[in-house]
């Protein structure tokens, strides 16, 4: 009898662990849900737009020269992007550390950035140019930036990734919208 009551107290209590919760002893606030884990050992991470247009500007550009120099970035262009409007969607990103923008030097892309230039440096955005035909285009888009930061990108590579065809967008861990 007695054996028989230490060895039910022990299946009760194995049981009572088995579907007790977490305890928390600790939490800072910046709790990182486990999914994004999972999306990290799988493997997934967003790729360097910007080293990989580098990448294909290198055979183009004299070793000597300087990268940082946007002179030396033109053309900057893209098959699968162009102006135009975006409809707004729910997606995950959250190996994006920061909101990025993608934009061109064209009228759209100028009067976007001229719109939401506050947000944009507020949110520390990095914006991604896409298309500029001459020095000239690449100094009205900076010009309109006024100090948000922004690099040459890979538009095809943008657009594969992303699923886009359009820009200028508004590329953050939660929304792509314009």
């Not at 007790?20 to 990290?40: C, H, M, R, W």
């Not at 990025?100 to 991604?128: F, H, M, P, T």
């Amino acid at each position: 009898m007695k054996t028989e009551r230490v060895l039910l107290l022990i299946l009760l209590s194995i049981s009572h662990t088995a579907r007790a919760e977490p305890v928390v002893l600790f939490d800072s606030g910046n709790t990182v849900p486990t999914y994004s884990y999972k999306q990290i050992l799988q493997g997934v991470s967003i790729p360097d737009f910007g080293q990989l247009w580098a990448a294909d500007k290198v055979i183009e550009v004299d070793k000597s020269s300087d990268p940082n120099d946007p002179a030396n970035w033109l053309p900057v262009s893209t098959r699968k992007l162009s102006p135009g409007r975006v409809t707004a969607r729910e997606v995950r990103f959250n190996q994006l550390a920061s909101p990025v923008c993608v934009v061109g030097s064209d009228e759209k892309s100028l009067n976007w950035i001229k719109k939401y230039r506050s947000a944009l440096l507020q949110n520390n955005v990095l914006c991604w140019l896409v298309s500029a035909e001459n020095l000239e285009q690449v100094q009205q888009v900076v010009i309109a930036l006024d100090g948000v930061s922004m690099s040459p990108a890979d538009g095809d590579a943008i657009a594969d990734f992303f699923s886009i065809a359009h820009y200028p967008v508004l590329i953050s861990q939660r929304f792509i919208e314009q």
